[in-house]
């Protein structure tokens, strides 16, 4: 689970260790992660052995957004267990809720895409500058 103590979480993790620890999850669970799910984990350098670090404010965003949470560790609310004959309002309550689950993973994983792909974009004029020297 996450640590919710937000007085003492640090704001960057500057390691697979580190954030493996603040996830409560093995260090290879996280790297799969990455590559699977894209944890927003950045590199310092080229390469897949390059260090790593992730802001804390973007992990806790991913993590209430990817749905991971709820797949390996919290148990479904009582209060979402209702019998099959549900009255409407409760009913439209979890269409509801479901759909904002979705649309907040979509946000996220745009953002997350976005990111990214900001980040090729000035990796690739560094480049281009390097080159007209």
């Not at 093995?26 to 052995?49: A, M, N, S, Y």
């Not at 996220?108 to 792909?117: D, I, L, M, P, T």
Request: no cysteine; glycine share 4%.
């Amino acid at each position: 689970m996450v640590r919710q103590n937000t007085n003492a979480a640090p704001k960057v993790l500057n390691s697979w260790k580190e954030i493996a620890s603040y996830l409560d999850r093995g260090v290879r669970t996280v790297q799969r992660w990455e590559r699977e799910l894209q944890l927003p984990v950045h590199r310092i350098g080229k390469g897949r052995r390059s260090p790593v670090y992730v802001l804390v404010s973007e992990l806790n965003f991913w993590m209430s957004t990817s749905g991971v949470i709820e797949k390996t560790q919290i148990p479904k609310p009582e209060v979402l267990q209702f019998p099959r004959a549900l009255p409407r309002s409760a009913q439209d309550s979890r269409r509801l809720l479901a759909s904002m689950q979705t649309l907040a993973r979509s946000l996220a994983e745009a953002s997350v895409r976005q990111h990214r792909e900001a980040e090729l974009l000035q990796k690739r004029i560094l480049e281009m500058k390097a080159r007209m020297r």
